[in-house]
């Protein structure tokens, strides 16, 4: 079964940075492309950033130039660098697998951002 589980959620202050870590597990990881949404209260799930299994990125108009994601297929585990946070990026960031071969999406449970101003 596919799982994919997020960790590094927490409270940082406006302009502060945290980094999110995706553990995947019941997929070949290098043929698995990886995604984070997030979700604040009120609003739809949006696109933060995602990667393919070869490295490839695409990133939300509201987190360019501010997070990054990266992935070691070595390790099953996908990140995403946020730096220079604001209020507005507070949100549940979740983890979404896309395997190659399942055309099926494999959510994570979440992880709490909140930031503070």
């Known amino acids: 079964q596919v799982r994919a589980v997020e960790s590094g959620g927490g409270l940082v202050q406006a302009g502060g940075s945290l980094n999110l870590s995706c553990e995947a597990s019941?997929?070949?990881?290098?043929?698995?492309?990886l995604a984070w949404h997030r979700q604040a209260p009120g609003k739809q799930r949006e696109l933060v950033a995602a990667i393919t299994g070869e490295g490839s990125t695409v990133y939300g108009d509201s987190v360019k130039g501010r997070f990054t994601i990266t992935r070691d297929n070595a390790k099953n585990t996908g990140y995403l660098q946020m730096n220079g946070l604001t209020p507005e990026d507070t949100a549940v960031y979740y983890c979404?697998?896309?395997?190659?071969?399942?055309?099926?999406?494999?959510w994570g449970q979440g992880t709490q951002v909140t930031v503070s101003s």
């Open positions: 019941g997929t070949i990881f290098s043929l698995t492309s």
């Open positions: 979404k697998l896309r395997p190659t071969l399942l055309h099926t999406d494999y």
